[in-house]
């Protein structure tokens, strides 16, 4: 297959007043647009390093993945994998924990304050000492709320990226289960998108699996793991491209970006994975 169009000429294309974009492979950055320091909100992006947070706070023995969290029978793996029963934004239960996949930003904020409670730190103080710090993430900060209050520029996120390609922070078979389906077989809604039956999920990554309609091109391999925000952002990783992805626009998440998303990410995957 090959397109007519290059990600350059795609994403000049779209809606919005501002667009900043990079796309990295493990031997570093392969191609980027726009304005790479500009810092936008992530919106959901913000998942995904509160995820890493929570897997460095794992990892030192911090936190388990089993410690009780959340609602009755909930565990800090239900809250990551959008499986502790939670309503999207109250502390309303809807769901037995591992029954349904209930997309959740209450997860994330119960999380943040577990972990808070458990180091004795600030979660967002806490992320930028274990992951920002350490990445060089100078114009990053998701102290605002762990769900969806996160900041950030295309320049951090690209660094962000290479970490996800190849970690450094934390052990690679943490990362292996963190984009390993949790509680596999359990349908959901992706917000934007529609319910998907099953609806895949890892630890805080969403896992692209075989769901359509979807916002990541629909090439990319099974194993493709990120997330998008209703900022009209997303970060996403091939790991078997061995390419990784990042758009942040000023423009919040509507129609326009289900409609230029995937075309955008499917030039990606010809010009630069390939």
């Known amino acids: 297959m090959s397109f007519e169009h290059t990600p350059e000429q795609l994403i000049a294309q779209w809606p919005v007043q501002n667009a900043s974009s990079v796309v990295v492979a493990p031997q570093g950055g392969l191609w980027e647009y726009g304005d790479q320091s500009r810092t936008y909100p992530l919106a959901s992006v913000t998942k995904l390093l509160a995820t890493y947070a929570a897997l460095i706070a794992v990892e030192e023995g911090a936190i388990s993945l089993e410690d009780s969290a959340g609602p009755q029978g909930s565990t800090v793996r239900h809250l990551l994998a959008h499986s502790a029963g939670y309503d999207f934004d109250t502390q309303k239960v809807r769901a037995a924990p591992g ?140 790991p078997v491209a061995q390419l990784a992805c990042v758009a942040l626009t000023d423009r919040p998440f509507g129609p326009w970006a289900a409609e230029v998303w995937p075309p955008f990410n499917e030039s990606v995957l010809e010009t630069l994975g390939r």
């Open 99 to 238: 029954e349904r996949r209930l997309y959740s930003n209450t997860d994330f904020e119960v999380l943040a304050a577990f972990i808070t409670q458990a180091t004795e730190i600030e979660f967002g103080e806490y992320a930028r000492l274990a992951v920002f710090e350490p990445l060089g993430m100078n114009s990053t900060d998701i102290s605002a709320s762990a769900a969806a209050g996160g900041i950030s520029s295309a320049h951090d996120l690209a660094r962000f990226a290479h970490e996800l390609l190849t970690p450094t922070l934390i052990d690679s078979s943490t990362m292996q289960e963190a984009t390993t389906v949790q509680y596999p077989g359990i349908d959901g809604l992706v917000p934007g998108f529609g319910r998907h039956k099953p609806n895949d999920w890892g630890l805080g990554f969403e896992i692209r699996s075989h769901k359509s309609p979807h916002w990541t091109a629909a090439s990319a391999n099974p194993r493709t793991f990120g997330h998008f925000g209703q900022s009209g952002t997303f970060l996403w990783v091939d």
